[in-house]
């Protein structure tokens, strides 16, 4: 099915944990991004990448890391996850006429 | 000052009104994007614009480049186009989108 493809749906971690966010789209984009999106805050861009191999910081990049090695996939690293990153993340890639979003991810650090 | 302002941030309207919501933004930009998200639920990308007007179905969506303003109109609202309505920009000289923090519609049978 062509989307974006976002794993897991929902996941409690405990302080100090690492995990990763997957994130897959088929649809052949260049670009791809990760944002969050919490209460009263709207969402906000961490990461983004407009290439295999090229990645570049958002406006909330502290806490978590990204790598582009294929142009299917996207993954969103939390190294050592703290309660300030319980949040819903979305993932999307773009083309030409706008972007489509994964179904998101909501993220409880506990 | 938020880069990417909206209004109304909550808005109730009965089944049938024409419903305006706006967005104003104080960046250059190379586009604007219209998002929905219903509640628990995925984003959608309804409208990206750099100019004018684009319609598609009830959702109509015009910028003005000049006054850095945005509207989305929806005519003949019905229940299910209660939903966060999101407004978006691409920044003019960056690939990143700043987003507004959204306008709650209701509509109400």
């Known amino acids: 099915n062509a989307g974006v493809t976002q794993t897991p749906k929902f996941q409690v971690l405990k302080t100090g944990q690492s995990m990763t966010l997957q994130c897959a789209q088929d649809?052949?984009?260049?670009?791809m991004s990760w944002y969050r999106q919490d209460p009263g805050m709207g969402l906000r861009l961490i990461h983004y990448s407009v290439g295999a191999g090229i990645t570049d910081q958002g406006e909330v990049p502290n806490g978590y890391n990204v790598s582009r090695s294929t142009t299917e996939d996207f993954p969103l690293r939390l190294l050592s996850a703290a309660p300030s990153q319980t949040s819903v993340y979305f993932c999307?890639?773009?083309?030409?006429?706008?972007?489509?979003f994964g179904s998101g991810t909501r993220l409880t650090v506990v | 000052k938020n880069e990417v302002e909206q209004s109304p941030q909550n808005l109730t309207a009965q089944e049938g009104e024409f419903i305006t919501i706006n967005c104003s933004y104080s960046?250059?930009?190379?586009?604007l994007h219209w998002l929905q998200q219903h509640p628990g639920g995925g984003i959608v990308s309804l409208f990206m614009?750099?100019?004018g007007k684009k319609k598609h179905g009830r959702l109509i969506a015009t910028i003005n480049i000049q006054e850095k303003h945005s509207s989305l109109h929806i005519t003949a609202s019905h229940p299910r186009d209660s939903a966060v309505y999101i407004c978006?920009?691409?920044?003019?000289?960056?690939?990143?989108?700043?987003f507004g923090t959204g306008t709650l519609l209701a509509v109400q049978p």
């Open positions: 614009l750099s100019s």
């Open positions: 978006a920009v691409h920044g003019g000289a960056t690939n990143k989108l700043i």
């Open positions: 649809m052949n984009h260049e670009y």
């Open positions: 999307a890639s773009k083309q030409r006429y706008g972007y489509t």
């Open positions: 960046v250059g930009i190379s586009a």
